[in-house]
């Protein structure tokens, strides 16, 4: 039964203010634990948290306020449950965080704060409702007002995030994927599987297998069976509705020729295929020398260059499959609507025709810190266009005798007189082409957007923008060393994207902390 929490007022012998001296104290409300109870726990909103429980029904629940604190904590610390469960049952800091004034006030197990996780995440798939996302935005608007900082100029990065699985072989991904599908099964049902395809998954049997077969041929023979199995229960009703079932469907789809069924070859195995049934969601990525089974990591920061610190704007996690674009063509309308962007730093991964187009809707300025290709040795930059009609003029102001544009193709064309190019001081510098009649130009407009992109550079002023976007790598870097973002302890992609928003939370917190304190990242060891 839902319960809003409110705070034990009585004071009591065994409270902190009568057993520690009073500079033990003072470090207490000045240091992280009292600067997290006043900046975060008092505005964690833990009504919306009521529809998890029953209205009338049931023990009352523990307090949702402390159970967010402590996830928040948890990832400030990169701690395990039973560090998490301990601090709060021990650590006079972590209770001093949620507003406790004695040991034994409240008392917390393993399994509240586990069936808590359990209710989220269950919510989130009912109704697609994710309300940490809701909690992360709500504390980080409240933080980012606590610090005073300005958000009309930001950065956008990504990061491959590794997930929480063994990388499979083809042959183990079969094996392991068809035996979480028996076990699923009860006696009854596993009765009707042929006792030659259960064999293959005791060891024996498949060390046999190993043993006389090339690796290709166990493939064939493993991927027999499973299209067996999956035919044989197709019309069962109650097993199509297990996960296991779906996963064992989706395996014959990622690894076979949809026109013959045969065997794929390994080159022709898709990115987005599954890698290990324990974590569906989890997509194949490479990305330059490296490899990385698992999600990509996608924040926004504040890059303001008089913000004392920087803090955390957006967070979120895709399979690692999802671009750089999609993350920004996703993103950019929400984290426009709440922090009013003026200005969104980029690498050159994130530029695009139609990124673009959603930075213009958005009336954000899209600034690129690098583009993809090698410079031109001709730059159309000072061409005027007439949007979609034809280009306008040359850089030296000339008007063409005629001129184009093909929206199908995007390309501008334009026809000018010989006369008008003589002489020309641009002349060296122009892509423009001698014909026998006339001289004459042509180039599509993402060309010229790219022309006029590679000129801004140059400009002073946008080179001390451009200035600005690496420290977000440094944000990244630092999620990963010190908020264990290296990998992901979770599976699937609710979770993740759970765990990636308290960690950017956290993150947050700790840059207040440094604001107000002048201290680096809060200690957890003793």
């Excluded at 949702?64 to 400030?76: F, P, Y």
């Excluded at 026109?259 to 969601?281: F, H, V």
């Excluded at 999620?479 to 993150?507: D, E, W």
């Amino acid at each position: 039964m839902y319960e809003e929490y409110e705070e034990d007022d009585r004071r009591g012998f065994g409270d902190f203010e009568h057993n520690l001296p009073q500079s033990k104290q003072d470090h207490l409300d000045e240091g992280w634990p009292g600067i997290f109870y006043r900046k975060i726990f008092n505005n964690i909103d833990e009504s919306k948290f009521k529809v998890l429980f029953s209205s009338d029904m049931g023990r009352p629940n523990f307090p949702v306020k402390i159970l967010i604190a402590l996830e928040i904590l948890r990832q400030l610390f990169d701690l395990t449950d039973k560090e998490v469960v301990d601090s709060f049952n021990y650590d006079v800091r972590f209770m001093k965080a949620v507003g406790l004034k004695r040991v034994g006030q409240l008392n917390l197990s393993y399994r509240t704060v586990y069936e808590f996780r359990d209710r989220i995440v269950e919510h989130a798939k009912e109704t697609g409702n994710n309300l940490i996302k809701e909690i992360f935005e709500e504390l980080t608007d409240e933080l980012i007002e606590v610090a005073d900082l300005e958000t009309e100029i930001q950065k956008m990065d990504s990061t491959m995030v590794d997930a929480n699985i063994k990388h499979l072989s083809r042959i183990e991904l079969m094996r392991r994927t068809l035996d979480n599908f028996v076990s699923d099964l009860d006696e009854q049902q596993k009765q009707k599987i042929h006792k030659n395809i259960l064999a293959i998954l005791s060891e024996e049997k498949f060390q046999e297998y190993l043993d006389e077969y090339a690796k290709k041929e166990i493939r064939e023979i493993l991927l027999g069976k499973i299209k067996t199995v999956k035919q044989h229960f197709k019309n069962d009703d109650e097993v199509n509705s297990l996960e296991s079932y779906e996963l064992l469907c989706r395996l014959v789809d990622d690894q076979t020729i949809e026109a013959g069924g045969e065997l794929k070859d390994d080159e022709d195995i898709s990115a987005d295929s599954l890698q290990n049934p324990n974590d569906p969601d989890a997509t194949y990525r490479r990305k330059g020398n490296s490899s990385s089974q698992g999600y990509s990591l996608n924040i926004s920061e504040t890059s303001h260059p008089d913000n004392p610190v920087q803090m955390i704007t957006d967070v979120a996690v895709e399979p690692n499959v999802c671009s750089d674009v999609d993350f920004l063509e996703n993103r950019l309308p929400g984290l426009n609507e709440r922090t009013a962007l003026d200005k969104l730093l980029v690498d050159g991964g994130y530029h695009g025709e139609t990124t673009q187009t959603t930075a213009d809707e958005e009336d954000v300025e899209l600034v690129p810190t690098d583009l993809t290709g090698q410079d031109p040795e001709y730059s159309t930059a000072g061409f005027k266009l007439k949007d979609e009609q034809g280009i306008a003029a040359c850089p030296a102001g000339v008007v063409p005798q005629k001129s184009k544009y093909l929206e199908k193709n995007d390309y501008y064309a334009a026809w000018f007189k010989k006369s008008d190019c003589s002489g020309c001081s641009f002349r060296n510098k122009c892509p423009i082409t001698e014909q026998k009649q006339d001289m004459t130009l042509r180039f599509t407009g993402r060309r010229h957007e790219l022309d006029r992109l590679r000129e801004k550079h140059e400009d002073s002023e946008y080179k001390e923008l451009m200035k600005l976007r690496p420290a977000v790598e440094g944000t990244i870097s630092a999620l990963k060393r010190a908020y264990g973002l290296y990998k992901f302890k979770v599976t699937g992609m609710i979770k993740v994207n759970i765990n990636g928003a308290f960690k950017a939370l956290s993150y947050n917190f700790n840059q207040l902390c440094r604001l107000i304190t002048g201290d680096h990242r809060p200690s957890y060891s003793t």
